[in-house]
């Protein structure tokens, strides 16, 4: 997948969390996790921009359709 990379220090117990979300949840790995959580707090906070002009709505980007796809 073509994209940009970012670098994230997490916390010790922020990283112990994801790491139970994602081994709860069934993901393949805690970078899986992050990613889902990445995305969709971006989606909740377009969502909030939407709601402030609504001239300004957001359409699922490729990214998240990405996401949504079976792993092969």
Do not use: C, H
Not at 56 to 66: G, H, I
């Amino acid at each position: 997948m073509a994209g940009k990379r970012i670098e994230l220090e997490l916390p010790d117990e922020l990283w112990a969390e994801l790491e139970q979300v994602a081994q709860g949840l069934g993901f393949r790995d805690t970078l899986e996790a992050a990613m889902v959580g990445l995305a969709q707090w971006i989606s909740q906070r377009k969502s909030e921009l939407d709601d402030r002009d609504p001239t300004q709505r957001y359409f699922v980007n490729e990214a998240l359709d990405e996401l949504d796809k079976p792993k092969r």
